[in-house]
């Protein structure tokens, strides 16, 4: 007996193809694929399953040309007083991912650019104004806030991760940075802790409020207590070194450390342990982001949380808004104090 496979539907090329096949005007397959209501439901249905069956897609590139609309999200993460930072930084790939989940969920394609302001200057220009995205979302203000300010100003729909500025025009969702670095200070003050030291680069308006943040409630707190700062790169090729530096050059009573983020942390951590320094006997160590890994440092690193995949559907949700014409404010997240074994 011979075994014959059934064969495959013909692939249709075009709208007309499928409209000829369905008994119905092209208008109507349009309609139908575009899932809009003025097509009845058993129509659209029968019409999708023949699209499936067939393999045909339409020609987006056409439909953005008669729609005004292209379906593609651009994301962008710029670059300035960072260029040696990796995409593959955990805290850019947990905010992308869940970026990227969201707006495939919403029927979005997504096209991801990693910036290099001082090398192209007009960065965003350049994104906005392409025609190959309706809408723009920004991993970061690194050193560009006043860039964003001019191109939001006449365009709308893009929305930034990062801090909220008085006034500012562009949509910024992000995390409280200045209350978490009050949390992150006062915790180690409630520790006994005096003689701390913040590791990290305030070019960054995140990392500024941070660091400020814990300055003030160093200054509220009444009690004998210093900090000092070291500039840290958030780039890993640089980190460690950056750090053994410090940790060389800081006062031996040191016997705290906030760290800008997990990453700047965790390579503390590691620095320590080399130089038969406990953590947290000796030093304790607390970072910011709390990103997955920080539960498998040892000990486990104590931590405040920035809320990535609340943050990715509110910046999502404020880019949807904006693209319909709404003006939709900035989100600010609460900071959250985690606590683990190494503060």
């Avoid at 780039?235 to 009573?253: C, F, K, N, Y």
Wanted: charged share 20%; hydrophobic share 45%; aromatic share 4%.
């Amino acid at each position: 007996m011979i075994d014959e496979a059934a064969p495959k539907p013909r692939r249709l090329r075009n709208i007309a193809e499928l409209a000829k096949l369905a008994g119905v005007s092209a208008g109507t397959v349009s309609r139908a694929l575009a899932g809009k209501g003025l097509v009845r439901a058993e129509t659209r249905e029968r019409i999708q399953a023949l699209a499936r069956e067939h393999g045909f897609r339409p020609n987006q590139m056409a439909s953005g040309l008669r729609t005004g609309q292209t379906g593609v999200i651009g994301i962008a993460i710029p670059l300035g007083h960072e260029q040696g930072q990796h995409i593959s930084d955990p805290f850019f790939m947990s905010l992308l991912g869940n970026l990227a989940d969201t707006l495939v969920d919403r029927g979005y394609d997504i096209i991801l650019r990693k910036c290099l302001p001082n090398q192209d200057p007009d960065w965003l220009d350049r994104l906005t104004v392409s025609g190959m995205v309706d809408g723009v979302l920004l991993i970061g203000q690194s050193d560009q806030f006043e860039t964003i300010e001019r191109v939001a100003a006449s365009y709308l729909p893009l929305v930034v991760w990062g801090t909220y500025r008085q006034n500012q025009t562009h949509c910024a969702v992000g995390t409280d940075s200045f209350a978490g670095g009050q949390l992150a200070a006062n915790h180690l003050l409630s520790s006994g802790k005096q003689r701390i030291v913040f590791l990290g680069d305030t070019r960054g308006l995140e990392i500024e409020r941070r660091l400020a943040g814990a300055r003030a409630a160093l200054e509220a707190a009444q009690a004998p207590h210093w900090m000092e700062h070291y500039a840290v790169p958030l780039s890993a090729d640089q980190m460690a070194e950056a750090i053994g530096s410090a940790l060389e050059v800081m006062d031996p009573r040191t016997d705290a450390i906030f760290a800008a983020s997990d990453l700047i942390a965790m390579t503390a951590i590691r620095l320590l342990h080399e130089r038969n320094r406990s953590v947290p006997g000796d030093i304790a160590v607390i970072g910011f982001d709390d990103l997955p890994v920080a539960e498998q440092t040892t000990p486990q690193l104590t931590t405040i949380k920035q809320d990535v995949a609340n943050g990715a559907r509110a910046m999502a949700s404020c880019l949807m808004r904006r693209m319909r014409g709404e003006t939709v404010p900035s989100q600010t997240m609460p900071a959250r104090l985690i606590l683990r074994g190494s503060a």
